[in-house]
């Protein structure tokens, strides 16, 4: 999604025989597309609130693996016999984690996960992604 971003369509015109849907749809992405550098439009991507809860003998690999997800890992608490680990990470590297979580733990640790904010997608050391190199 386009986030703080106004435009505004200051002329157009329509002709029975040339005009659909679909053309000013094309009309409109050329548009982004030339005006998008000169804005400086940034790639956002969702970051993810997760609190994972564990046994205390998987805290290490679980932090670990958080840190290799790009996460900033907030807090780590004592709760009874658990850990409950608090991190924002960003929601591109989440997938499969599940799986990866039943692995670490066997099975003993669980996580939830809810949308927080939005974040500049960074690009230093790799190669940008195809949506911000479309714009380059």
Do not use: W
Request: glycine letters at 6%; hydrophobic letters at 45%.
């Amino acid at each position: 999604p386009m986030i703080g971003v106004k435009a505004t369509l200051m002329d157009g015109a329509y002709h029975h025989t040339d005009s659909s849907a679909r053309a000013f749809e094309i009309a409109g992405r050329a548009c982004f597309r030339e005006a998008a550098p000169k804005l400086g439009v940034q790639l956002l991507e969702p970051i993810m609130k997760v609190e994972v809860v564990t046994p205390e003998i998987y805290v290490i690999n679980i932090i670990g693996d958080l840190h290799g997800r790009r996460s900033l890992v907030k807090s780590r608490i004592s709760r009874g016999e658990a850990i409950v680990v608090n991190a924002m990470v960003p929601l591109a590297t989440m997938f499969k984690y599940f799986d990866n979580l039943r692995s670490m733990s066997r099975d003993r640790a669980t996580y939830t996960m809810q949308f927080d904010h939005y974040a500049p997608v960074p690009t230093a050391g790799r190669d940008p992604p195809p949506a911000v190199a479309a714009f380059g």
